[in-house]
Structure formats: structure tokens, C-alpha cells
T-cell receptor, first 118, second 111 residues
Framework: GAVVSQHPSWVICKSGTSVKIECRSL??????MFWYRQFPKQSLMLMAT?????????EQGVEKDKFLINHASLTLSTLTVTSAHPEDSSFYIC??????????????FGSGTRLTVV | GEDVEQSLFLSVREGDSSVINCTYT??????LYWYKQEPGAGLQLLTY?????DMKQDQRLTVLLNKKDKHLSLRIADTQTGDSAIYFC???????????FGTGTKLQVIP
């Protein structure tokens, strides 16, 4: 089945530094990838939709200059948290939508990245 | 816009059945999904149901869909301790541009 690999699984960084999270579709091409943020004991909040070769579409309230998304290929999307602060500490999850020949095969999720900013 | 609601917590004894409920407001979805999230992990697709179906059974899982009331449920038969997790219902937007998740139900299975 479809597999999405997300790295790193967890990262601790100092306040003011930037962190890059990678999301790769291993056995399929993902035209569209999604980035979510999840606070403890809460549901997933969609941050942005990443489309290969074009600018990401950010949800209302998400700072595009703080959360940089790059989707340079059909198998890789990256989320960079710039100038991270403790309030950015959260669980970030990516998802890829597998579509082929006009058919939708559903959404596959990465294993998530636990970011802690100290 | 879409709004998906779930009860927050459910506790059952091992071997009993669990029923997790979900209500949604967008009736245009072709599919509705159930995902499982274990602590510190991503989401695992458990099952899905086409919007033109009333019921789908997949081993221990039974999904019921009431389109009139916009109500979706997931029944887990013979619940095991390994079923302890958070369960999310989810619906894709028209054109599958994004997925809206429910608030999540934490299932606790008591041995």
C-alpha cells in the first residue's frame, strides 16, 4: 500500500532557530500534500495544502512566512518552521493524496514529527 | 464549511463492543473515513464508506451511515486493549482538496 515517510520523528531546537520537516511519498506520486498541526488532546488542524510546482495554499490564521512549504517534486514536500519559538512546539503531521488516472486512492499520513522548542 | 463532531471519550471493557459516533454537516462528500491514532504516531486509515452505502463491515469493524441525519458510527466488536487509541472520523472536501477531521474520540479499553 501507499507509504508516506516523515522525518524527523522528533526534534528539539533552540528558540530562534529554524527546523525543516520532510514528507516523502515512497511508492506513489503525490500531486498534493497536506500539513497538519496537532495540539495535545486535540484534533488535527490543517495548516496548508502543498501542490507540486506551485505555491502552497495556507489556511486562515497560518503565517506563510513562518511556516515555509516547498513541494519541489512529486514525492517530496518540506515544512520549515522559521525562527521557532516555544509556542510552535507541537506535533506536525503530513498527508499525501494519491490520485491516478482520475481516480482518488485516498489519503496516507506520515508518522508525525514532535517539535519541541526550548 | 464542514464541521465534524465526536464525543471526546469512551471507556469499554475488553471483549465488549465499542461504538464511536460522529456527526457532520457537509453532505456532498463521496467518502467518509475513520482513522486511528496511537500515542505519538500518525494516522492510520481504518476503513471508509461510500456515501451511497448504509453499512460496511470489515472484520471487527462495522460502519453505519445515516445520511438523512448526517450521522456516522464505527462499531468495534470484541474490543481489545490494542484498540486503545484516538479515533477520528473525517470527510474530504469536494474535489478532495482537503480533509476535515472530527474532534477525535479517545477509546480506553479496560482489561
Amino acid at each position: 500500500g501507499a507509504v508516506v515517510s516523515q522525518h524527523p520523528s522528533w526534534v528539539i531546537c533552540k528558540s530562534g532557530t529554524s527546523v525543516k520537516i520532510e514528507c516523502r511519498s515512497l511508492d506513489f506520486q503525490a500531486t498534493t500534500m497536506f500539513w497538519y498541526r496537532q495540539f495535545p488532546k486535540q484534533s488535527l488542524m490543517l495548516m496548508a495544502t502543498s501542490n507540486e510546482g506551485s505555491k502552497a495554499t495556507y489556511e486562515q490564521g497560518v503565517e506563510k512566512d513562518k511556516f515555509l512549504i516547498n513541494h519541489a517534486s512529486l514525492t517530496l514536500s518540506t515544512l520549515t518552521v522559521t525562527s521557532a519559538h516555544p509556542e510552535d512546539s507541537s506535533f506536525y503531521i503530513c498527508s499525501a493524496n494519491q490520485r491516478s488516472g482520475g481516480r482518488n486512492y485516498g489519503y496516507t499520513f506520515g508518522s508525525g514529527t514532535r517539535l519541541t522548542v526550548v | 464549511g464542514e464541521d465534524v463532531e465526536q464525543s471526546l471519550f469512551l471507556s469499554v471493557r475488553e471483549g465488549d463492543s465499542s461504538v464511536i459516533n460522529c456527526t457532520y454537516t457537509d453532505s456532498s462528500s463521496t467518502y467518509l473515513y475513520w482513522y486511528k491514532q496511537e500515542p505519538g504516531a500518525g494516522l492510520q486509515l481504518l476503513t471508509y464508506i461510500f456515501s451511497n452505502m448504509d453499512m460496511k463491515q470489515d472484520q471487527r469493524l462495522t460502519v453505519l451511515l445515516n445520511k438523512k441525519d448526517k450521522h456516522l458510527s464505527l462499531r468495534i466488536a470484541d474490543t481489545q486493549t490494542g484498540d486503545s487509541a484516538i479515533y477520528f472520523c473525517a470527510e474530504p472536501s469536494w474535489g478532495y482538496q482537503k480533509v476535515t477531521f472530527g474532534t477525535g474520540t479517545k477509546l480506553q479499553v479496560i482489561p
